[in-house]
């Protein structure tokens, strides 16, 4: 190899590197942004989950009156029924 072709290949190298440590910069800021969406997905979640939680303990309470009222009527069709 010629001394043109070793400065050459140099040069590849040398632009290599360089194309190589620019993609990686853009890939840690994509990332970096993928991150922090991930973050916002991550808490909205949390809060929708509290949220059908206490939407599940409003029902609980709203079942347990329907569940008291229909052995209210039962017990009043069994008096009436004497």
Do not use: P
Request: proline letters at 0%.
């Amino acid at each position: 190899m010629n001394k043109k072709e070793k400065g050459e290949i140099a040069e590849l190298r040398t632009e290599l590197r360089d194309s190589i440590g620019e993609l990686i910069r853009h890939m840690d800021a994509l990332f970096e942004g993928l991150r922090s969406d991930i973050r916002i997905i991550a808490e909205q979640n949390r809060s929708i989950i509290a949220k059908l939680e206490e939407h599940d303990r409003r029902f609980d309470k709203i079942d347990l009156r329907f569940d008291r009222i229909d052995l209210e009527f039962s017990a009043m069709n069994r008096k009436g029924e004497r």
